[in-house]
């Protein structure tokens, strides 16, 4: 059973918002910290967003100011919004446990295109 269902992505202009979201298996998902990954085209997978299971978070710094990282530990949903879109944010972005973590799995789901046009 896949553990996380992104959704969300979709084709958009520069400067316009989405909101993605990760449905989550488990019930270890409200004690685990948890984070977006995103991967561009010919590039290694990396961590975009980290939110901890008191809701501290951090974002990497491109995209400071611009994403906002969530979570709804009653649903079991991952959140990112996504304001102010560039086209160096075009990639598939997947959600999963930080790699510290038990919750972290290697299974990664299929993550949610996200394209940027200029």
Request: net charge neutral.
């Amino acid at each position: 059973q896949v553990r996380f269902v992104e959704s969300g992505g979709g084709l958009v202009q520069a400067g316009a918002s989405l909101r993605l979201s990760c449905a989550a298996q488990g019930s270890a998902f409200r004690a685990s910290y948890m984070g977006w990954y995103r991967q561009a085209p010919g590039k290694q997978r990396d961590l975009v967003a980290l939110i901890s299971n008191d809701g501290r978070t951090n974002v990497i710094d491109s995209v400071k100011g611009r994403f906002t990282i969530s979570r709804d530990d009653d649903k079991n949903i991952l959140y990112l919004q996504m304001n102010n879109l560039k086209p160096e944010d075009t990639a598939v972005y997947y959600c999963n446990a930080d790699p510290r973590s038990d919750y972290y799995t290697s299974d990664w789901g299929q993550g949610t295109q996200v394209t940027v046009s200029s």
